[in-house]
């Protein structure tokens, strides 16, 4: 059986050990020198991070959070042993870990450590959809020859030159398709590298739960429960057609990832699908004034965004959490598609009226989805507001003041709120 070294990269045949270093980090598989689509996880990558700037913090739980009325946004192994989690409340973590550190993000740090292991990617293959800062599926399909050595062995040398040049580390998931490479790595964290091979796909996914699926969410997950779908296997005993009547596209997609069929190519800059921003409240509120202060600055932020990526948004999305943790999304599919601060807010606010309640909550969201270039934004007007293209045209102009003496020259009254 081929095996590979993670530690020296030697390459040898089958053993526990390796021959050349006697170490025991090794991989093993048939399919070990064939397969080629990968996905790359950085293990708690801003804790991470952050632990490797301060020494001080290596034996201790480090969460990375908004403080204690926000959420987790990452959480160390020392932390996770604790029970904490992703998108745990703050307050739980805290109970549950009450001696964490709890250090605010540094997005910009952790943006500037994600370029520089993007470029080591780049060293292996052109072929790199990532996924966020801290993860990406490669593609290393014909690079054998260009490398003098197969994906694998070159996937194991990227997560060694991570450690040894940046001081992180990263678990490593090779298949042959995105659906399984994306759940191999998660098998063995951290510092994982895990191979499900094409001929073991069946039986490896048989007993496992459904909830692997990555976009699987807690609605989707009850709706499967309640037709009795918790394994692959269950789902294999459906019928395609059935799936799609009962699931409609998601039964399609769950009836080919039953078997370990999945088409995706990984992409490379792939295209954004939505662009939101929200904030979680130091205290819940339902505070009218301070709702409608927070809803424009977020208007305003996802405006400048599509403005500086030249898109534009078909739906407007309102995202409100309750003091409850339950959350609740509006959408509001328009004529045409927009950019603009003022009609995003509009349509925002309208979706917020029409929910009849005040909270309090916790957070608040807004974005824009169904994207289109720039070119296709707000040409059509608005024939029940004729002052819609008055707006549009100051607000462009205030974005060429703002462009040329920053972004507090000019700021709207509600956004002092």
Known sequence: MPALCRDCLTEFDDGTRCPSCGRPRIVRHDELWSLSIAHMDCDAFYASVEKRNNPELADKPVIIGGGRRGVVSTACYVARIRGVRSAMPMFKALQLCPDAV??????????????????FMEDLTPAIEPLSLDEAFLDLTGTARLHGA???????????????ELGLTGSIGLSHNKFLAKIASDLDKPHGFSVIGEAETQAFLRPKPVRMIWGVGQATQEALDRSGIRTFEDLLRWDHQDLIARFGGMGDRLWHLARGEDKRRVTRDAPVKSISNETTFHEDTGDPDVLDGHLWRMSEKVADRAKAKGLAGRVVVLKLRRADFQIITRRHALRDATQTADRIYREARHLFD????RGPYRLLGAGISDLVPADQADRLGDLLDPDAGKRAAAERATDAIRARFGDGIIVKGRALR
């Not at 993000?105 to 470029?119: C, F, H, K, N, T």
């Open 102 to 119: 709890v250090l605010k993000p540094r997005m910009q740090l952790y943006a500037e450590v994600s370029r520089q292991i993007r470029g």
């Open 354 to 357: 029409q929910l009849g309640e």
């Open 150 to 164: 197969p994906p694998a062995v070159m996937l194991a040398r990227l997560v060694k030159r991570m450690r040894d």
